[in-house]
């Protein structure tokens, strides 16, 4: 088996680490935890099992699972988050590659949690990523939100068998306050970037990704917490440009470090609306 660390971004994950850590083991002899200010047990089970513990303030997803991979020991990083799970078909599937080409990176197919309940349909029923590379010449690129690998030209993705188990949320509270705090990154991600809301993105965008989720991807299927998903992502989508709207309005020709300064303080009125 080819040398792996295993980076792993939390922030209050104690339950879940102390299933994910022993597993992970079995594959790997340097797992770096990077935390972001966890108030549970968190940082003392992942030092508890032998990880290397580093806490790091919020940067953004990227910058700091890009400080975790500076850490590790190899080149080969499994990334994963806090509440993400390996079964044992990843880990046999992981423990068996032996890589010859350091621009291969592998893909993994995830299994999606509402509380304990396994989602199936809509878009958490098709998640897939890509997991596992050499640091060599993949890194993630450094946006606030919707993080992802700047992959080499050549890169061969291949899929790996078993699956990471994602416990997203534990209910629809969490759930709506993850839809808020997403917004609003994707908010400060479009500013920065020049993106404009207009009616299309407003009232049209929301609508849609309601009726893929729920009806062309069969999330109906997942009962309530698929009509859950769905109205979510309604909100989601309305609320990250209302946030850019408003935000745009109130800074007007400011620089892009001032935006993202001000976004970052900006109290959004209408959070207390979404029930």
Not at 78 to 86: M, N
Not at 94 to 99: G, Q, R
Not at 192 to 203: S, T
Request: charged share 25%.
């Amino acid at each position: 088996m080819v040398p792996i660390s295993v980076v792993i971004i939390t922030q209050n994950e104690a339950e879940i680490l102390a299933k994910s850590i022993p597993m992970l083991q079995q594959i790997s002899n340097d797992i770096i935890v990077i935390d972001n200010g966890s108030t549970d047990e968190t940082i003392n089970i992942a030092q508890a099992f032998g990880c290397r513990v580093h806490q790091k303030s919020w940067s953004g997803y990227g910058a700091n699972k890009n400080k975790g991979i500076q850490l590790a020991r190899y080149n080969w990083i499994l990334s994963i988050d806090g509440d993400e799970v390996p079964d044992e078909t990843l880990l046999r599937s992981i423990a068996a590659l032996k890589p010859d080409d350091e621009r291969a990176v592998y893909d993994i197919q995830f299994k999606t949690y509402f509380g304990s309940k396994l989602i199936r349909f809509g878009n958490w029923g098709r998640d897939h990523h890509i997991r596992l590379f050499s640091r060599v010449h993949v890194k993630w690129n450094e946006t606030p939100v919707h993080e992802t690998l700047l992959l080499p030209k050549n890169a061969e993705v291949k899929k790996l068998e078993g699956c990471l188990h994602h416990y997203s949320v534990k209910n629809k509270q969490e759930h709506q306050a993850k839809t808020i705090h997403y917004a609003q990154l994707s908010a400060m991600k479009y500013l920065k970037i020049g993106r404009k809301a207009n009616f299309v993105k407003l009232y049209l965008a929301p609508v849609f990704h309601f009726v893929k989720i729920y009806l062309f991807l069969l999330g109906f299927l997942d009962g309530k917490e698929g009509f859950i998903i769905a109205r979510m992502a309604f909100i989601n989508t309305w609320l990250k440009y209302h946030y850019l709207s408003k935000a745009t309005e109130t800074l007007g020709q400011k620089s892009v470090y001032q935006h993202d300064v001000s976004v970052m303080a900006y109290k959004f009125k209408t959070e207390a609306r979404v029930e």
